[in-house]
């Protein structure tokens, strides 16, 4: 689950970053601390689920180490990159 929110979080900073890179000297404070919050947001999103991830893993060597067979799943691996959203 983990795995697949970090991969949907980072399409979102990508779109975010597509937003930022058309400001022009014409935006507003607002619209610029909107921006801000947003790309925040999804950079503690992203930061939260890699430390679940690191969590996770650590526990699977845990169970590993002591003498447990545990076997990944890999079904977030065959996701394509979504397409970027146009704001």
Do not use: H, W
């Amino acid at each position: 689950m983990a795995a697949g929110a970090v991969y949907g979080l980072e399409g979102a900073l990508g779109d975010l970053e597509e937003v930022a890179r058309g400001i022009s000297s014409g935006t507003s404070d607002r619209e610029l601390a909107f921006l801000e919050d947003q790309v925040a947001t999804a950079a503690a999103q992203v930061q939260q689920s890699e430390l679940q991830i690191s969590d996770i893993e650590e526990r699977i060597l845990s169970l590993k180490t002591a003498g447990l067979n545990v076997t990944t799943c890999n079904r977030f691996s065959n996701f394509s990159k979504p397409k970027p959203k146009v704001l």
